[in-house]
């Protein structure tokens, strides 16, 4: 398809390869990003993932060379990569010591099987699903080596284990609400970018095309690896680094980092959808306060509107919304509500009218508007594409801030819809030309995410606080996640931590799951293990489904709810840990939740751990996610940890078998670790001003805290303190502080934990 290279030319950081059949670029962003685009749809990018001109001056040479046979070849060498360009545009990436990263797969390929048509026509008629295992072809797509020990990362909130090693997926947002399973392709969110940690190096593909992709990691042959789509340009950055927080980090630099969320949306969530009338809310509200369970925001789902129209409020179930949120203010429990996508066909209804009359819901081909049906029966779909939508939607959330709301819940936008599937001819608006669902599918819910953040901003001033289900690459910029419509089934539970740590990896660090499980009925054992997973996530949130069993925490008896409390209470002193965190990762991407392959990659041990995770670099939990078990086996990376309840020492590089009865999550603190800790509350800010707690473990290590209003974006302009601890071991810490731009702490409490 490209045939020889001829020749090149060099722009910049530009270099134009002419194939005999087609023209390729390649962009130098970065001494460590390069851009590989073959403009087989557009001759622009338009990337929705990336903002903002990334390109960074980068010296590189260039050199002409032939391989043994003569071909001719050139090379490309930046200070951290080297890239060989040969013909048919197989290109190779080194590190800078020559190393080879990744080189595009010049064999054939062979599918592990394949079958005939007649026998999976046989097959079928029992139901059986025929699973090729890849060997398809695609229009668009790149194929490239593997090697024996490498894992792959990344992809988002797809299913299954931690490593993709040998696993199939799809990007094409999905509304499922059956159980997840480990074979499930595609779920809510479309993130083509993963990591491929070798025996020796590592590096990053992001591969930015939102129509319907294919990846396949070694299912297909053990030698190679594909990535593809049905249409669009072959557009992929290859991210090199020295480790894998190096590749996190760039990825991060190209597509965004999640921004510093306020203080109070790291605080406790109760949410339930069946929660319908003024008195239901009410008595959630008095009841948290009753059992002594910390909170900061109930949700409101679908059942506030009058007949699931969007921008309304029932005034039959609800005599005052605006009262009943300030009442909830006053007791410091923030109101979030959900706003799905589709708007309401009816007459007199303002979003409808307005929308109808500027022309800003998708339209099939022939021009008329199109209809499909979700939750408010007939439906149509803003074209969140047009930024003149953006917009108009952004103002109209003047009727939530108006009423008290404190941040929105976007649901349904891969977009959901019940009459089948959006064709894939719908015309949608790409920015300033117009588009198809086929294109714009997975970037839905991030046109979308993007417009409530913007028009959020605009209104309050604040940090927007937005939940979304459906995202692209880059949604990080603009809201959290949760993973969508798990079940309250051990599976789901196990599945919460891969699931988590990919999204991480994938630049999503704002997420959680629903604590408890959406669908299917919950148990108190089952209940009491989510809390103590669901604590460590930055979205902190119970909620389930109506026509489930409710699973609020005070209905599985005392012993259960102590244990609830003893969680959640336990995630509110980590408030300031967890947003120093949330600090970081604005700077750096990080996430909050890591696998511990991303700080032990040479730790063969790590590479397919999936019960254990680490929150920032000093805690590692090891939850209890097997029905039944009150042991379970931890492995502990290199150095000395401590038990964090018990303060035990052990030694890292080995296994251990260590208690967990019900009312334990077995959690282990790194040495030298500076543990940043708030007094208790009832929720963020109860105290007005309260002092910071730390608590010393033994070893050495040093510690960079941030601190600020919590709320506006004041910071950005210096409003803020940072203090550099350091922890010189023998119960010595030393406190400077580093930036000086807010309120000082009334005091600062250590605490040496002597082990
Ligand atoms: O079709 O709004 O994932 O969290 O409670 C169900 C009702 C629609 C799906 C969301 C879930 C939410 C529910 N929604």
Redesign the pocket.
């Known amino acids: 398809m490209f045939g020889k290279l001829l020749s090149y030319e060099q722009t910049n950081q530009i270099i134009t390869l002419h194939y005999e059949e087609q023209d390729v670029t390649l962009h130098v962003l970065t001494p460590e990003i390069i851009n590989i685009f073959v403009p087989l749809y557009t001759t622009e990018h338009r990337s929705k993932a990336i903002e903002g001109d990334k390109e960074q001056p980068t010296p590189f040479r260039i050199v002409d060379s032939c391989t043994e046979d003569g071909k001719k070849n050139i090379m490309l060498t930046t200070s951290s990569l080297i890239c060989k360009i040969y013909d048919d545009c197989m290109i190779d990436f080194y590190d800078k010591t020559g190393n080879l990263l990744c080189a595009d797969y010049r064999g054939r390929r062979i599918p592990r099987f394949e079958l005939q048509e007649s026998f999976i026509e046989f097959i079928k008629q029992e139901g059986h699903d025929v699973d090729m295992a890849g060997g398809q072809n695609y229009p668009v797509q790149c194929v490239k080596q593997l090697d024996e020990g490498d894992c792959i990362y990344g992809l988002g909130d797809k299913t299954g284990v931690l490593n993709k090693r040998f696993y199939e997926y799809e990007n094409w947002n999905s509304?499922i609400?059956d159980p997840h399973e480990d074979c499930f392709k595609s779920l809510?969110k479309s993130i083509p970018f993963f990591i491929t940690l070798k025996e020796n190096g590592v590096y990053g593909i992001f591969y930015d095309n939102t129509f319907k992709s294919y990846f396949n990691f070694g299912k297909e042959n053990n030698d190679y690896y594909s990535f593809g789509s049905d249409n669009g340009n072959l557009d992929y950055y290859f991210i090199g680094g020295n480790s894998m927080p190096d590749i996190v980090e760039n990825y991060t630099y190209l597509t965004g980092r999640t921004p510093l969320p306020q203080k109070w949306t790291l605080g406790y969530h109760q949410?339930?959808?069946g929660y319908d009338s003024e008195e239901v809310f009410r008595n959630v509200a008095a009841k948290l306060k009753e059992c002594r369970i910390p909170c900061d925001a109930i949700h409101f789902?679908?059942?506030y509107m009058e007949r699931y129209k969007v921008f309304t409020w029932d005034k039959e179930r609800f005599s005052d919304a605006k009262t009943l949120i300030s009442d909830f203010q006053k007791q410091g429990i923030k109101t979030v509500t959900?706003i799905?996508p589709g708007v309401k066909v009816e007459k007199g209804y303002n979003m409808y009218e307005e929308g109808m009359e500027k022309g800003y819901y998708a339209k099939s081909p022939d021009g008329s508007v199109y209809v499909n049906a979700?939750?408010p029966g007939d439906a149509v779909y803003p074209d969140f594409g047009n930024p003149k939508v953006r917009d108009w939607w952004g103002e109209h959330l003047d009727f939530y801030t108006n009423l008290g709301v404190s941040g929105i819940?976007n649901?349904?936008n891969e977009p959901?819809s019940f009459n089948g599937p959006l064709p894939n001819d719908v015309i949608f608006t790409d920015e300033d030309r117009p588009s198809t669902h086929a294109e714009i599918h997975n970037v839905y819910g991030h046109n979308m995410a993007k417009a409530t953040y913007e028009g959020w901003k605009k209104l309050t001033n604040k940090r927007p606080f937005v939940i979304t289900?459906a995202c692209y690459s880059g949604s990080q910029k603009y809201s959290t996640a949760?993973t969508?419509?798990n079940q309250s089934i051990w599976t789901h539970l196990r599945m919460a931590i891969p699931q988590q740590c990919n999204l991480g990896l994938s630049g999503m660090a704002f997420v959680g799951t629903?604590i408890g499980g959406?669908g299917a009925d919950t148990t108190p054992e089952l209940m009491a293990r989510w809390v103590q997973i669901g604590c460590f996530s930055p979205l902190f949130r119970s909620?389930?489904?109506?026509g489930n069993m409710n699973q609020e925490p005070w209905l599985f008896g005392d012993k259960i709810l102590d244990i609830y409390r003893k969680y959640v209470e336990l995630r509110y002193s980590l408030i300031p840990y967890f947003y120093d965190l949330c600090h970081e990762c604005e700077q750096t991407g990080l996430p909050v939740i890591r696998p511990l392959v991303l700080h032990y990659e040479k730790d063969e041990n790590v590479r397919n751990l999936n019960d254990e995770f680490l929150v920032g670099e000093q805690l590692l939990v090891a939850p209890v996610v097997e029905q039944g078990a009150v042991k379970r086996m931890v492995y502990l990376p290199e150095g000395i940890w401590y038990d964090y309840w018990t303060h035990k020492e052990y030694q890292g590089s080995q296994y251990y078998l260590v208690d967990a009865p019900l009312d334990t999550c077995p959690i282990f603190v790194k040495a030298g670790t500076i543990l940043p800790k708030a007094p208790a509350q009832m929720y963020v800010g109860e105290l007005e001003n309260p002092e910071l707690i730390l608590e010393v473990y033994p070893g050495c290590g040093s510690y960079t805290h941030y601190h600020d209003n919590g709320e506006d974006f004041a910071y950005q302009n210096g409003a803020y303190n940072e203090y550099l601890f350091e922890n010189k071991g023998d119960n010595n810490l030393s406190i400077t502080k580093v930036h000086a731009g807010y309120d000082d702490y009334p005091d600062i409490k250590v605490n040496y934990i002597n082990c």
């Open positions: 509304d609400p809510y949410s339930r959808w789902d679908i059942d959900i799905d979700v939750w819940w649901d349904m959901a289900r949760w969508g419509d629903d959406f909620h389930c489904a109506k």
